[in-house]
């Protein structure tokens, strides 16, 4: 059984500061990541995807890669409350499926 | 705005039903993935089509069926509905299957079952 492994949360964090999203994966043969965004009740939205160990950049984002670790995180600088929402880390799994975590609940003080 | 549309956004159906939820893929994407999403769970892979044909499927029973227009639109089908069939329930769309494609999500369709 594939699975992927997310915080659920709720992780607190001071407007302005960076937020750490944590995910870790079981299939070591995964190539693809992705991080979505869900606010509640709506649709996920894809915010970031990475391929290659490191770290990808993209404005406050940053997704960084550990395949060694079988590890996937996501960093927001200077956090908004408009980032306040549910993130999702996601894996894809052969060529034809996505398996997804449960979330990380992150909620941005003001 | 993705370009990925469902219908209906809303549905309440009577345990034992049967329900189809449709969904119209981004312009250029050939392929289709459903995902139901339960209250606090991330999503469930359901099953994926490519090019009008099933390309890979989750760990859901066969009363949840499917299909792929030429158009690359697909829809949902699913018989004898049960009470934990009450979702969200997603379709999203890539331009192929496999390895480094984004999948972008459509809002989703609130599946009640009473």
């Known amino acids: 059984q594939k699975e992927v ?23 070591r043969g995964s190539q693809s990541f992705f991080w ?3 606010y509640s009740g709506k649709s996920p939205e894809l915010i970031m995807f990475i391929y ?10 940053t997704a960084q890669l550990n395949k060694a670790s079988q590890y996937v995180s996501l960093l927001i600088r200077d ?3 408009s980032d306040s929402a549910t993130y999702l880390c ?7 499926k996505i398996i997804f975590g449960k979330g990380t609940r992150l909620h941005i003080l003001p | 705005e993705t370009g990925v549309t469902q219908s209906p ?10 329900v189809t939820l449709r969904c ?6 050939n392929t289709v993935s459903w995902y139901q999403q339960a209250l ?7 099953f994926q089509y490519y090019r009008e044909e099933e390309n890979g499927r989750g760990n859901f029973p066969p009363r949840f069926s499917g299909l792929q227009f030429p158009n690359y639109s697909s829809e949902l089908n699913v018989n004898a509905l049960e009470l934990d069939d009450s979702a969200l329930y997603l379709c999203a769309s890539s331009l192929q299957p496999g390895l480094n494609t984004e999948a972008f999500f459509g809002q989703g369709t609130r599946l009640t079952v009473v």
């Not at chain 1, 290659?52 to 984002?61: I, P, Q, T, W």
């Open chain 1, 52 to 61: 290659s160990n490191g770290d990808k950049e993209d404005g406050r984002f």
């Open chain 2, 24 to 29: 119209s893929s981004q312009s250029g994407h």
């Open chain 1, 90 to 96: 996601a894996v894809m799994v052969g060529d034809d």
């Open chain 1, 5 to 27: 492994e997310q915080n659920s949360g709720p992780l607190s964090v001071p407007e302005g500061a960076i937020a750490s999203l944590n995910c870790t994966y079981s299939d």
């Open chain 1, 79 to 81: 956090s908004q409350p």
């Open chain 2, 40 to 46: 606090g769970q991330g999503p469930q892979f359901i």
């Open chain 1, 36 to 38: 979505y965004r869900q």
């Open chain 2, 9 to 18: 956004t809303h549905l309440i159906k009577t345990r034992g039903q049967q």
